[in-house]
């Protein structure tokens, strides 16, 4: 596997993984605030939240940056000329 297919790879799935985890912890931050404002005791909803924001933006960022939406990188093939 070349250099350049195994970047490629690396960075599609770290993507891939980053943005449902960012999901994840956005959906904790949020359950930690309502419970927060009911008046119960759940704990900083506050960093929770800004980690899922980073994550979630991280990972949209390398799925673009590793242009996921094209697919796998084209092999290249030499010319006949």
């Known amino acids: 596997m070349s250099n ?3 970047n490629w790879y ?9 943005l ?5 912890l956005f959906g904790e931050a949020v359950s930690r605030k309502v419970v927060q404002m009911m008046g119960g005791e759940a704990g900083e909803w506050f960093w929770t ?3 899922s924001l980073i994550c979630i ?7 673009i940056e590793s242009g996921l939406t094209k697919g796998f990188p084209a092999r290249r093939r ?4």
């Open 4 to 6: 350049n297919r195994l």
């Open 10 to 18: 690396l960075k599609a799935q770290a993507g891939v993984l980053l």
């Open 20 to 24: 449902p985890v960012g999901l994840c």
């Open 49 to 51: 939240g800004t980690l």
């Open 57 to 63: 933006n991280a990972g949209i960022g390398l799925m």
């Open 78 to 81: 030499p010319s006949d000329s």
